[in-house]
């Protein structure tokens, strides 16, 4: 295959950019650079009443936020509605379309009847063949595609294999409206030939429009792209995807705290397959992704399989690079948290050092945030309930005895910390932990953190004991 490969990622923005969206623009992205192509992004913006600005942005951010970017400028569908009228008029001249002068009145009368009889509903043609000077006066026609009423057409799928449809079953479908608007059917033909797709991917949804379209690229002499129809993702227990089974936009995985890499990796496996292999680098997903090994039955959304993935980028990621992930997802998660971006310096610095133990139990990021707690907790802490009953009576007075030998210290560090502990338990027959353990609550505010030397080192002195006095009554 050469360079002439382009693919396109078509949404219309009625909502946000779902997960099974953003699959499908990874698929377009990914077979674009496999072939050293072009993938472009196509606003399907024809429906207005149902089209907004906001989800316009939701879509855009949503790509920029996973790393899927696209060749040349964004094309609104909407705004080449006067391409698809052009278009719509050269098929009424070569006698591929005529105008159709049926009222609503008829067409519901025709539904009826096919209901009745049980037969899908069909246009019936009654204008097909008529004698244009039949039109009745003063009212606007639709124009419909002089369909073939013979034969088959055949679509050649790169996933789902020969499709064929008997032509007598597939109607004259309307191109252009009464109104003079053009239908997506027509819209999308126009376009994907304007911007020289030359493989479709998208949702199995649309593999009878894929049939309709075909019909259209034909009466137009254009060449008709490649097919790829992608099933759908049903959540975990094999029903369609709901929102409760993780149908939500791709803003919403963001704020749930996973890195962009992880949910690319999470999608690519949704569906395709390249041996077993589970773990993706970008360059591998690249390298690797061809629509053969897509799958033909619906992938399943499973939760945990996303967690398990995140976390491991989390652990496989600089300290450096998740300071700043948090600082990203600050604006949206941190505020019910304390923080604001961008972070203040010194707080970076001790995110930073304290990643290398933070990061080994984090699943996503807000669970990263939450362990770090510590860190940016404000004075006096609030303490989790298992941390405050650690701290009782006898627990404090032992932290107020240990508060005397730290602040003796010379140096502060994990090592000179630990060091006065170790001592002050060994001097009062204590075992480590019954001095460790109310340490970490009220350093910490939990009974789980990194290693509590490893929190007094990073707190530093003067927060470190103000800490504790605050604990033990000494503030
Ligand atoms: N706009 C359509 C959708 O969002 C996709 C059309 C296409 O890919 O051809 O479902």
């Not at 990203?328 to 998660?333: F, K």
Request: aromatic share 6%; glycine share 8%; charged share 25%.
């Amino acid at each position: 295959m050469s360079s002439a490969v382009v693919t396109r990622f078509a949404p219309s923005p009625t909502g946000y950019l779902h997960i099974g969206g953003a699959r499908t623009a990874l698929f377009n992205w990914l077979y674009a650079r496999r072939y050293g192509g072009r993938m472009m992004l196509r606003i399907e913006d024809t429906d207005r009443e149902r089209s907004t600005q906001g989800a316009i942005d939701a879509i855009l951010d949503g790509m920029s936020w996973l790393g899927l970017d696209w060749d040349g400028d964004v094309v609104y569908q909407f705004a080449r509605a006067e391409r698809h009228r052009e278009v719509a008029q050269a098929l009424l001249d070569s006698g591929n379309a005529y105008r159709c002068y049926a009222t609503p009145d008829e067409l519901a009368q025709m539904r009826e009847t096919a209901r009745a009889e049980g037969r899908p509903l069909r246009y019936d043609g009654r204008w097909r063949d008529r004698d244009p000077s039949d039109a009745p006066a003063g009212v606007a026609p639709a124009i419909r595609l002089r369909a073939p009423s013979e034969g088959e057409t055949v679509v050649e799928d790169a996933v789902q294999g020969r499709v064929v449809w008997q032509n007598r079953d597939l109607d004259d479908l309307v191109l252009l409206r009464s109104d003079g608007n053009p239908t997506y059917m027509l819209a999308v033909v126009v376009d994907d030939h304007d911007m020289g797709v030359t493989q479709v991917i998208r949702g199995d949804d649309h593999l009878t429009n894929a049939a309709r379209q075909s019909q259209i690229f034909s009466a137009l002499g254009w060449e008709v792209p490649r097919m790829a129809h992608i099933p759908l993702i049903h959540g975990a227990d094999g029903a369609k995807l709901s929102k409760r089974h993780g149908a939500l936009g791709v803003d919403a995985y963001r704020d749930l705290g996973y890195l962009p890499a992880a949910l690319r990796n999470y999608l690519v496996r949704l569906g395709w397959s390249h041996g077993d292999q589970e773990v993706f680098s970008t360059e591998e997903m690249v390298a690797a992704f061809d629509l053969k090994a897509i799958g033909r039955s619906p992938a399943r959304f499973d939760f945990a399989k996303l967690e398990n993935l995140n976390g491991l980028y989390i652990r496989g990621a600089s300290d450096a690079a998740l300071v700043s992930a948090i600082e990203q997802v600050v604006p949206s998660i941190g505020a019910e948290r304390g923080l604001s971006a961008p972070l203040p310096p010194a707080l970076r610095e001790k995110l930073t050092a304290a990643m290398p133990g933070l990061k080994e139990r984090a699943k996503t990021l807000v669970e990263l945030i939450d362990s770090a707690y510590y860190l940016y907790a404000a004075r006096p802490l609030a303490l989790d309930a298992k941390a405050a009953a650690l701290l009782t009576d006898e627990t404090k007075a032992r932290l107020g005895a240990v508060i005397a030998e730290l602040e003796a210290l010379e140096t502060w560090d994990a090592a000179s910390t630990e060091g006065a502990v170790r001592a002050f338990a060994e001097a009062n027959g204590l075992k480590l932990g019954l001095v460790a353990q109310p340490l970490r609550a009220a350093l910490t505010g939990r009974t789980t953190s990194p290693p509590v030397f490893d929190v007094l080192a990073v707190l530093g002195r003067e927060e470190s004991l103000s800490r504790l006095r605050d604990q033990v009554g000494q503030g």
